[in-house]
Structure formats: C-alpha cells, structure tokens
C-alpha cells in the first residue's frame, strides 16, 4: 500500500501565500525524490518543483521560481510547497508526486510520466 496525500488548498487573493503538505506513505514514502504539479482547466499538467529525498535538491519551472519553495521534513514523510506572492495564473489543481528512482538526467524535465505515485489533488485558487 502507497498513498500520498495533499492538503493546503484553498482560496487567496493575488500577492498572497499559501503552504501546501504532502504526507507520504507505503512506498511513496520510499521514493528517491516528490514532486509539485499542477493543472488547470483546459491546460496540460505542468512541473512546478521536485526534491530529492536525501540530498535535498530541488528545481523549479520557471513560472514559479523565486516564488515558491519545496522542502521536505523526511522524519514526518512530509513534503511541503511554499507559495508567495501568487498570481492568478497559479490557480490550479496541484498534485504531489512521488518517483521510486529517478534518472538525473531526466529530473529537471519535471515531466509527469517520470513519477509512480500521485496523490487526489488540491485545489489553489487565486483571485484578483
């Protein structure tokens, strides 16, 4: 049994912050590295940062960088995304990710068919 499962969403105006949480467990909670991705209406589903699980390296989209902030608490299985200063186009489905292994050169591609493990999602809405 893997599950992984987000919480945090909800509505903020522009400008504003939010904290996202993913608590992984069963083999999602074994993976080499989580990811944030999000989708909205319409629009594919995109990479927003990804972490490795021990050494703590992270990447961005460029959408969301200087932004927003992956970390991870690894002795609660926990992975959290920082968002600040957000802006309307952020409005959007977010879902973590967990990948059992990954190949390094294909990490910072944030691609969606890279990862084993999604949780249901968590609505971010930001108004104007």
């Known amino acids: 049994q893997q599950q992984l499962v987000e919480s945090g969403g909800g509505s903020v105006q522009a400008g504003g912050s939010l904290r996202l949480s993913c608590v992984a467990s069963g083999h999602a909670a074994r993976g080499a590295c989580m990811a944030w991705f999000r989708q909205a209406p319409g629009k594919e589903r995109e990479g927003v940062a990804s972490?490795?699980?021990?050494?703590?390296?992270?990447t961005y989209a460029d959408s969301v960088k200087g932004r927003f902030t992956i970390a991870r608490d690894n002795a609660k299985n926990t992975v959290y995304l920082e968002m600040a200063s957000l802006k309307v186009e952020d409005t959007a489905m977010y879902y973590c990710?967990?990948?059992?292994?990954?190949?390094?050169?294909?990490?910072?591609?944030?691609?969606?068919?890279?990862?084993?493990?999604w949780g249901q999602g968590t609505q971010v809405t930001v108004s104007s």
């Open positions: 990710a967990a990948a059992e292994s990954m190949w390094h050169s294909a990490w910072r591609r944030l691609s969606p068919t890279d990862y084993n493990f």
């Open positions: 972490i490795y699980i021990v050494s703590g390296l992270t």
